[in-house]
């Protein structure tokens, strides 16, 4: 099973901080693997492009997480949040996904 979760916590005042986590992806479907692994590094270069703070970046094979904040991450983390439930959608036995906005 794989295990995604996507965070939007902080405020308007303070300033937002996102997280995008996916676990377990390795196990499973290969296309799954690589849907998800797709998505990851697809947002892992559009930080790095965009010279976004990154404040956590751990990308290995079936453990992924990314804790970024910047003008227009909230764009991209909706994004995120709908190729996940796309997935999900997809295949429900396969990928679980959370979102929190706290």
Known sequence: MTEVTLVRDGSPYTGYWYTVEAT?????????CAAVSTLVQTLDAWLTLRGSAVSERRIEP???????????????????????????????ETVHVTIRKK
């Open 24 to 32: 377990g992806h390795a196990t499973g479907s290969v296309e799954l």
């Open 62 to 92: 079936g453990d992924c997480r990314l804790r970024f904040s910047g003008h227009c991450c909230g764009v991209v983390w909706e994004l995120m949040c709908v190729g996940f439930r796309g997935l999900e959608a997809t295949d429900p």
